[in-house]
């Protein structure tokens, strides 16, 4: 099962990140500019930008995974699917976008397998409402 995030609130997470001065390290890496997919109350997407004033980053959760709007024995199944039961974060580099033409009617979605995470661009109409 895909998890799904409307591209322009992608778009917006990458312009935060895009425009930051500073950046989250990820693990103790810097990774400069970038997405982080992150698992734990639901999964979401965030920037890895790094406010001076200390404000939090906004967070777009999937479509499939999100306690805001779903019961919690629904995302939590859904979360442990994807990610398993600990928390996690997995960092999304900018090239993985570079070859996608932006417009508002695309979805991004994340697969996850066994031994990778495979992301796409894909129309909504790929995908029921």
Same mark, same amino acid.
């Given at each position: =099962?895909?998890?799904? !995030? ?9 312009? +935060?990140? %895009?425009?930051?001065?500073?950046? &989250?390290? /990820? ?6 500019? #970038?997405?982080?997919?992150? #698992? ?5 997407? =965030?920037?890895?930008?790094? $406010? ?8 777009? /959760? ?5 306690? @805001?709007?779903? @019961? /919690?024995?629904?995302?939590? %199944?859904?979360?442990? &699917? =994807?990610? #398993? +039961?600990?928390?996690?974060? @997995? $960092?999304?580099? /900018?090239?993985? !976008? ?6 508002? @009617? ?5 697969? $996850? ?6 992301? %796409?661009?894909? &129309?909504?109409?790929? $995908?029921?409402?």
């Amino acid at each position: =099962m895909p998890l799904t !995030f409307r591209w322009d609130d992608v778009r917006m997470l990458i312009n +935060e990140s %895009e425009l930051a001065d500073a950046h &989250h390290p /990820f693990y103790g890496l810097e990774t400069g500019p #970038g997405l982080w997919l992150v #698992g734990d109350r639901g999964v979401y997407l =965030m920037s890895n930008a790094l $406010f001076p004033d200390e404000r939090l980053n906004k967070v777009i /959760f999937a479509d499939e995974c999100n306690p @805001e709007k779903m @019961e /919690f024995s629904e995302w939590w %199944e859904s979360k442990c &699917h =994807m990610f #398993g +039961e600990e928390d996690g974060v @997995e $960092f999304i580099p /900018f090239a993985a !976008f570079e070859s996608s033409e932006i417009q508002d @009617e695309l979805n991004l979605s994340i697969i $996850f397998s066994e031994d990778k995470v495979q992301i %796409e661009i894909v &129309h909504n109409s790929d $995908f029921d409402d």
